[in-house]
């Protein structure tokens, strides 16, 4: 028995040492993850899908894929192409100015024009697109604030109203909305490095009963080399040869 107090005794100090149980690894801080990110010609591609609900019927009304390109300070440039019941549009934005291609701009170029120069727009694509950025740091960060944290998702509601404060994506893109009091509800899904990986909204369109607006969109490619440039300029015109509804080509005025 002395023998046995006295092995225990001398395995004392290893047993205090160590840890009664390991401490769980902290979440990743999305947005600090998020600006881990922005480095010159590298950015992240998407996809995204919009559908219409409504009277027991659910539409595709949308596609869209697209790349973002960072710069040292948040995303530098982008290039997306949606396909709608307007056709195929292609939109490319460098800092504030604006290409748009197709779509519904496409027969009101002059001849031998294929792109319309203007302020950074979200064109019709972005009428029918995600209004949710969480590419944008402000953005993202009051996502988090007004949500639901948990180790992989981030749930929550937000007006467009305060989406318009602090995202020039929502603000270019104008999607399709009745007011900025609507609430648009969000689902932000996390890769283990706290980057998102997917971003679902949804809102009603028009009063309690009307149409839902749903946009499921995909990220991927985290620090893929990206390089976006301007169309060649003798395709470039900033004229229009007639009048585009602010809804289509939303910000270009």
Not at 114 to 127: E, F, H, I, V
Request: charged share 20%.
């Amino acid at each position: 028995m002395k023998k046995t107090i006295i092995a225990l005794a001398a395995c004392a100090p290893l047993l205090v040492a160590l840890p009664a149980q390991a401490a769980a690894p902290k979440a990743k801080d999305p947005v600090r993850a998020l600006k881990g990110q922005f480095v010159a010609g590298h950015g992240v591609r998407f996809t995204e899908t919009t559908t219409l609900s409504g009277e027991a019927r659910t539409v595709k009304a949308q596609s869209r894929k697209g790349t973002f390109q960072f710069g040292a300070q948040g995303i530098a440039a982008s290039d997306t192409v949606a396909t709608s019941g307007m056709g195929r549009e292609r939109v490319i934005n460098i800092g504030k100015v604006g290409y748009t291609s197709g779509g519904s701009v496409k027969k009101l170029l002059p001849e031998g024009k294929t792109w319309y120069k203007s302020r950074d727009t979200g064109g019709a694509g972005g009428y029918l697109g995600q209004a949710i950025n969480p590419v944008e740091p402000r953005t993202l960060a009051v996502l988090i604030k007004k949500g639901k944290v948990t180790r992989r998702a981030i749930t929550g509601k937000i007006t467009f109203k305060e989406l318009d404060k602090v995202s020039p994506w929502a603000t270019k893109s104008a999607p399709l909305r009745v007011n900025k009091a609507t609430k648009v509800s969000y689902t932000l899904t996390l890769t283990s490095a706290g980057l998102v990986s997917s971003v679902k909204s949804s809102y009603v369109y028009g009063d309690k009963s009307g149409m839902t607006v749903t946009v499921d969109s995909r990220f991927t490619g985290w620090g893929t080399k990206v390089s976006i440039r301007a169309p060649k300029s003798t395709t470039v015109t900033g004229k229009l040869i007639g009048e585009v509804p602010d809804s289509l080509l939303n910000g270009s005025k």
